[in-house]
């Protein structure tokens, strides 16, 4: 069973991933707007992985409290490994290899914003298991967070 730790440690991972790709990203595109929002997304997902990182060290802390989440049917375990395990969230994978096999800006804009809704399904998973006592809102505010991010892509591509 995936411990509290090991989620949060692998939602810090993809916001990692998530700033090499936005700053690799933002390397493609001439157009400063364009590079700036890049580079603004990238400093958000720093942000995320950073608030990340505060709750798992809060969980720390309290981790002779609770030290798994609460999962009879392991339905979080079942979730989450396969989720974690998947191509999107492979971890050991180099998160600039798919701007290795972008052509055009459309087709980076269509790879960020397929990243951004694969970590927003996989935050809304875990916040499901997450204790509101432990930080279930901050989970809330990243997936707004994310959602934004989308909205941002979108006018982007919309814009070109």
Do not use: C, W
């Amino acid at each position: 069973m995936f411990n509290i730790d090991e989620i949060f440690e692998i939602a810090e991972q993809i916001e990692r991933n998530g700033v090499q790709f936005y700053s690799k990203a933002a390397e493609k595109f001439h157009d400063y707007s364009k590079k700036s929002i890049l580079l603004k997304l990238a400093d958000m997902e720093k942000e995320h992985e950073k608030r990340f990182h505060e709750m798992r060290l809060e969980l720390a802390k309290r981790e002779s409290q609770i030290s798994q989440f609460l999962d009879p049917q392991n339905e979080a375990r079942l979730y989450l490994h396969s989720i974690a395990n998947s191509k999107v969230f492979d971890l050991r994978a180099d998160p600039l290899e798919k701007l290795r096999k972008v052509q055009t800006v459309q087709d980076l804009l269509r790879i960020a914003i397929d990243l951004e809704k694969d970590s927003i399904i996989f935050y809304l998973g875990i916040k499901e298991f997450v204790p509101s006592e432990l930080g279930k809102d901050k989970i809330d505010l990243i997936v707004k967070e994310e959602m934004g991010h989308v909205k941002i892509l979108t006018d982007l591509m919309e814009n070109l």
